[in-house]
């Protein structure tokens, strides 16, 4: 090669660590910022109080990739009105119905709301997909104690309280066969 080629290496070899670097720090490697990159952006914002920001950042990561549970599942947790979070919730289970975190995560909102029936329907098929989880046993239990249905309570609570014993749990139980009269 002559003295351009060598100038033209050379300047190749200078300069493209700098754009490879830029291109890290900005996010902007390859095509755009990737999806992992988005999420881990949105977790940054979430943890630094930035809510609003991680809406905005896990939205734009599911543009990316709208078949990613996850997201819709992260999505949710961040949202501020129960209806959007419930719809984030059912699009997740959408994409992936056998997450028993997800139900799980669904029957709270739904708690929340005021709507225990439907809590109630979430937990259980969140039991159906992991029968042994002592937190959804418990959310059951205590969804059933505000529907009244004190007997089906405490078999679902002394279950939960059987798989982990001395937890919070027990006091919740206590109420309920105090109230039953048990």
Not at 14 to 37: D, L, M, Q
Not at 84 to 89: D, N, Q
Not at 103 to 125: F, M, Q
């Amino acid at each position: 090669p002559g003295n351009a080629d060598w100038w033209k290496l050379s300047m190749l070899f200078s300069i493209w660590p700098v754009a490879i670097i830029v291109g890290i720090f900005a996010g902007t490697f390859g095509r755009g910022i990737s999806h992992e990159r988005l999420c881990w952006k949105a977790n940054s914002a979430y943890k630094a109080g930035n809510i609003d920001e991680a809406i905005t950042l896990i939205s734009q990561a599911i543009n990316l990739d709208a078949k990613n549970a996850p997201d819709y599942c992260l999505l949710a947790e961040n949202k501020k009105h129960y209806d959007e979070a419930i719809a984030s919730y059912k699009k997740a289970l959408g994409i992936d119905s056998n997450n028993s975190a997800t139900h799980n995560n669904l029957g709270i909102v739904y708690e929340e709301t005021k709507d225990d029936t439907r809590a109630i329907e979430s937990y259980r098929r969140s039991l159906e997909l992991k029968a042994d989880d002592p937190i959804v046993l418990n959310n059951l239990g205590k969804a059933l104690h505000r529907k009244g249905q004190l007997s089906e309570a405490a078999k679902v609570l002394q279950r939960a309280q059987t798989i982990k014993p001395g937890s919070s749990i027990t006091e919740e139980l206590y109420q309920i066969l105090h109230q039953a009269g048990d």
